[in-house]
């Protein structure tokens, strides 16, 4: 269960949330726990996290190790503070920063060499689920961004942009057969490995739906933007049996 905070908690905020959150989660064992606080909260995140399991996540990466490049964080850089994730191809970051499939599979390698996780995240519009291109996006999405990745610490995160922060869910059937439409697209990039990568959905999950969208077969975890900035919500999300 993976939490997206996007532009959103200052140091003290962060300070705040982990230590609401942790002893909401203390017994948790069988379910990994990612949180992407922004880059500043990193370092304060891994401090208060210690010895616990939750893991640390970057919410961007660039593709560089180094050099001019203003405003970008290397994938050394956020193993210099602990992460051992990183969020690549976001859909906001393919709208608003123009990340493209390219883009998004340089950063891919870049952080998988440097031997942080990626979780990879694809999905289609509004528009392109209407017009019938769901399928189409996603295979495109998944050729271009794994061009030349090995199967080795991969997440994939499936989020239907018009699912994300709308208050709009997937149905769980509309995501189990994206979800088993992506993994049959896997099986053809890596084989049999690809029942062991997981497949994540994400949009609009919260504590109340999470376990509909869990009890499918391909739906493996969620990664969670809104519903994970308070400690009871992400927790309830975390412990959704
Ligand atoms: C996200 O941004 O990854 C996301 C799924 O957001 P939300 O849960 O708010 O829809």
Request: glycine share 10%; net charge negative; charged share 20%.
């Amino acid at each position: 269960m993976a939490a997206n905070w996007k532009m959103n908690k200052t140091t003290k905020e962060t300070e705040g949330f982990i230590n609401g959150f942790l002893p909401l989660v203390k017994d948790v064992q069988d379910v990994e726990i990612v949180i992407a606080p922004p880059f500043t909260s990193l370092p304060v995140a891994a401090k208060l996290l210690g010895e616990s399991n939750i893991k640390l996540a970057g919410q961007n990466v660039f593709y560089e190790e180094s050099g001019a490049y203003t405003g970008e964080i290397s994938p050394l850089m956020l193993k210099d503070v602990e992460c051992s994730y990183v969020i690549i191809g976001h859909s906001e970051r393919r709208q608003y920063f123009g990340e493209t499939d390219e883009t998004v599979n340089r950063k891919i390698r870049a952080a998988i060499s440097a031997g942080l996780a990626v979780i990879f995240c694809i999905g289609e519009t509004l528009e392109q689920r209407e017009s019938g291109n769901t399928f189409n996006i996603l295979k495109r999405q998944i050729t271009e961004g794994l061009r030349g990745i090995t199967a080795n610490g991969l997440v994939l995160a499936y989020e239907p942009v018009w699912a994300i922060g709308t208050g709009k869910t997937a149905s769980p059937e509309q995501a189990q057969e994206a979800h088993r439409f992506i993994r049959s697209e896997l099986g053809n990039l890596y084989g049999d490995t690809a029942g062991t990568i997981r497949i994540l959905y994400g949009g609009s999950v919260k504590p109340d739906n999470v376990s509909s969208l869990m009890s499918k077969e391909d739906v493996d975890g969620a990664l969670v933007g809104g519903a994970s900035l308070k400690p009871d919500s992400f927790a309830g999300i975390v412990k959704y049996i």
